[in-house]
């Protein structure tokens, strides 16, 4: 299933894709939850009653190539990241491979949908970007083995990370979090 958030007359609404449409399951069945973070919380049984109500004829279409696209979950509870992930990345940046994974997290009001506007912080001479694979984590877990973790994984999209380098590694001790969440 392919899912979204776009803005519609009554503001952001959750979608299903159906063939070049967004089909808004509220309009059929109001019931259903409101979100798609609720709808993930809710497992296989939410995922196929609103995929059930977005394929009937009361469900509301929106064209998709006229859709404004919102962040997919625009209320997470949670953002974390993974810096310096990739080996040519720390090296282009002038960094030490690290030997242990460097988590920072972000923040949901840096979210933006596709196509909005990236506001560029004022106080900053070195902003850069980057393409980040997004990996959306569809329920809880915790100690989770490694054969079971994709079992986690709701799904996938694509994602814009823009830094304030500048920040990011000023002091001593660095600062991910100021350099990540302009």
């Known amino acids: 299933m392919r899912f979204a958030t776009i803005q519609t007359p009554e503001g952001p609404r959750p979608v299903l894709r159906v063939g070049e449409e967004y089909s808004d399951w509220l309009f059929a069945d ?24 977005a394929l009937k004829s009361a469900a509301r279409r929106f064209p998709v190539s006229q859709s ?24 282009e940046s002038g960094q030490a491979i690290p030997n242990e994974p460097i988590l920072f997290a972000k923040y949901s009001n840096a979210l933006i949908g596709h196509r909005e506007p990236i506001v560029l912080p004022k106080v900053s001479t070195k902003v850069d970007f980057e393409a980040e694979l997004v990996i959306v984590i569809g329920q809880r877990g915790k100690h989770i083995p490694i054969e079971r973790a994709m079992q986690y994984v709701a799904g996938y999209t694509a994602g814009h990370d823009v830094s304030a380098r500048d920040w990011q590694f000023k002091g001593e001790a660095k600062q991910w979090v100021a350099g990540k969440t302009f």
């Open 30 to 53: 109001p019931s259903l939850p409101t979100s798609l973070r609720a709808v993930l919380a809710g497992g296989k049984e939410a995922q196929a009653a609103v995929r059930a109500a």
């Open 68 to 91: 404004r696209w919102l962040p997919p979950i625009p209320d997470p509870q949670k953002i974390l990241c993974l810096g310096l992930n990739y080996r040519d990345h720390a090296i």
